[in-house]
């Protein structure tokens, strides 16, 4: 069970297509992210919210838009995606300001465009 | 800057054997230090986390890992390796800068458990 809730698990979409993959976090944190985990790649940071402000985005490509409407909700908006974004995008939420800072997970949304 | 080396990207043990997945850190401040694991289509769980409290960190299902400064290593090690134990683990590092957490991981160790 996780503290994390990703919608949908799995999406598959045209390269014309726009979706949205959602993220919403019940731990009471104030700073959520995410992640993008291609197969033989370390995970890479994509986007970084820190008290519903955004605080990192990685040279990410401007067909990935995030959004995030309260310290709970996280959207990451897909449009005109490119074959090689097919991945598992990890939502995650922490503490801020709090020894260790551990980051918590959710079980991720498989992305495949075809 | 950090970044996290994992020596191994598949390790195969047998059942009951020691478990040892190696980890090697940089990062020019004082380092948090993680380890997650990683089932079959799910997402990062926790393991254990380094935070400067104790060198000899324990985490969940029997896994621990020791912090070495001197060797810049975090490696995880479990004494008898269980066939759930299968899946991949990730070592991370987070600075302690800035007004959010940033992890960087490494490349992932899959660990195989045989009969």
């Known amino acids: 069970e996780t503290g994390v809730t990703q919608t949908p698990r799995h999406l598959v979409m045209g390269m014309t297509n726009k979706k949205s993959l959602k993220c919403e976090q019940h731990l009471g944190h104030n700073a959520m992210y995410w992640y993008k985990q291609s197969a033989k790649k370390p995970l890479e940071l994509m986007f970084v919210?820190?008290?519903?402000?955004?605080?990192e985005n990685n040279s990410v490509p401007s067909r990935f838009s995030p959004e995030c409407p309260n310290s709970s909700h996280l959207f990451l908006h897909l449009h005109t995606l490119q074959p090689e974004d097919s991945a598992l995008y990890l939502c995650?939420?922490?503490?801020?300001?709090?020894?260790?800072?551990?980051?918590?997970f959710g079980e991720g949304s498989w992305l495949t465009v075809v | 800057a950090q970044s996290v080396t994992q020596l191994g990207s598949h390790v195969s043990v047998s059942e009951g054997a020691l478990v040892l997945l190696r980890c090697n850190y940089s990062s020019s401040v004082p380092p948090y230090l993680f380890w997650y694991v990683q089932y079959p289509n799910q997402g990062l769980q926790l393991l254990l986390k380094y935070t400067s409290a104790a060198t000899l960190v324990k985490g969940i299902n029997g896994f621990e890992a020791e912090f070495k400064k001197s060797e810049t290593s975090f490696h995880l090690t479990k004494p008898s390796a269980h066939m759930s134990d299968a899946a991949e683990y990730f070592c991370?590092?987070?600075?302690?800068?800035?007004?959010?957490?940033?992890?960087?991981f490494g490349t992932g160790t899959r660990l195989q458990v045989t009969l």
């Open positions: 991370a590092v987070s600075d302690r800068a800035g007004t959010a957490s940033k992890l960087t």
């Open positions: 919210y820190s008290l519903e402000e955004r605080v």
């Open positions: 995650a939420s922490s503490q801020e300001r709090t020894a260790g800072n551990t980051i918590y």
